[in-house]
């Protein structure tokens, strides 16, 4: 092994590299070490341990997701809101490929863990554009469960492949998903 000199963002970025290819399940400090050409125990300067990495790694993609919604929110309310909240998070998630399964791991984490914050940080932005708008008969945590039930929903299967291959089908697909929720907002 050469003794090379690394940071802690090279790391990060050659660990997101392998999850996005390869899955969540592929990254091992042994695969990541070989990639970086370090030794696996020079990881542990860095990380408590892969769990702490993965962490990193959930939070950030999370992060980098909050980001684009604040700024692609800006300006709008009601329908159009949540129509570009759900568009945008769709297209994250399918640009993000394998590296959406960071998701599944969030549960594995504690309340006060970067990954789970930055999770809650999306969902209380849905929430407040659910409390910006008058819904025709649901709750509104019903509401926000629905939506990104059937928003992950329809994005979980469309990367387990269970979705028509065709992109132009399931973008439509989407889109008719996207107008059955929010034809449960009223309009003014």
Known sequence: MSRKR?????????AQEIVYND????????????DLDIRSQSLYNYFKNLDDL?????????????????????GLSGKAAFQKYADIA???????????????QVHTYGTK??????????????????HSVTLKTMDEDAYVQTLISS????????????????????HEQFRQLLELQLSEIKTN
Do not use: W
């Open 6 to 14: 690394l940071d802690h963002e090279q790391i990060i970025q050659q």
């Open 23 to 34: 899955g969540v399940v592929a990254l091992t400090f042994q695969r990541l070490s070989k």
């Open 54 to 74: 993965v962490e990193q790694l959930g939070a950030r993609f999370l992060e980098d997701l909050y980001q684009q919604l604040i700024e692609g929110l800006i």
């Open 90 to 104: 769709h297209t994250y998630f399918e640009s993000q490929h394998r590296s959406v399964e960071l998701l599944y």
């Open 113 to 130: 863990s970067e990954f789970y914050l930055a999770m809650a940080k999306i969902l209380d932005l849905l929430n407040t554009l659910v």
């Open 151 to 170: 928003v992950f929903g329809f994005i979980v299967l469309e990367i387990m492949g269970f979705l028509p291959t065709d992109e132009k089908k399931r």
